[in-house]
């Protein structure tokens, strides 16, 4: 980002931006999108935009700061019940988090993620993954008995890797062979049976 906003009005002027280009790429795609189209979306000229953002690029990092940010927070405020539920069940009720982020405001998060490749993301990944060990950490101490602690940071790669990757890539396909319910408990199993020793 150019300049750090500090005043409310500039702040939202990013966050209208911001919006705008997860507007912009779920319509265009992320190679039809333009700052003109960002602009034009927002409101606002593409010289304003300038003073915020030098390109494109910078602005698509701005979108996936505000989803990794959005899940860490959607994170926070199911870890109290998922701590007390057995493993399975907070597998499937994390990726149940998941995917309602990814479907909310037609898709528009989807759609940036599935152009994942294209942006670098290593950084809010672990961002992400850090909330996860931290609801990992609480989980084992309610049960003790249940995961040892190395079989858990095994756990959550996987399912940051593997269950969120396979979830936006079904909820990417228009005609998916079996229901989204029957792919999570899937997942969920999966999961319960690695930490078993079982797979």
């Known amino acids: 980002m150019r300049r750090k906003p500090k005043q409310i009005r500039a702040k939202r ?3 209208d931006i911001i919006q705008a280009g997860l507007q912009c790429v779920a319509k265009n795609g992320l190679e039809g999108t333009t700052t003109r189209h960002i602009a034009d979306e927002a409101g606002v000229s593409v010289g304003t935009l300038y003073q915020y953002f030098d390109d494109k690029e910078a602005i698509y990092q701005a979108m996936i700061e505000k989803a990794r940010d959005e899940i860490v927070q959607s994170l926070l ?4 019940q998922i701590v007390q539920i057995d493993f399975r069940s907070g597998v499937l009720a994390i990726l149940h988090e998941f995917s309602h982020f990814l479907e909310k405001d037609k898709g528009r998060y989807l759609k940036v993620f599935q152009y994942v490749g294209h942006f670098e993301i290593l950084e809010h990944i672990r961002v992400i ?6 609801m990992a950490s609480l989980y084992i101490m309610r049960h003790p008995d249940e995961i040892a602690p190395e079989r858990m940071q095994v756990m959550i790669y996987i399912i940051m890797n593997s269950g969120i990757s396979t979830l936006i890539r079904y909820l990417s396909d228009p005609a998916p062979q079996f229901s989204r319910e029957a792919l999570m408990e899937g997942l969920a199993d999966m999961a319960a049976a690695c930490i078993k020793g079982d797979a």
């Open 13 to 15: 002027m990013v966050d």
């Open 77 to 80: 405020a199911v870890t109290p």
């Open 129 to 134: 993954e850090t909330q996860l060990v931290q």
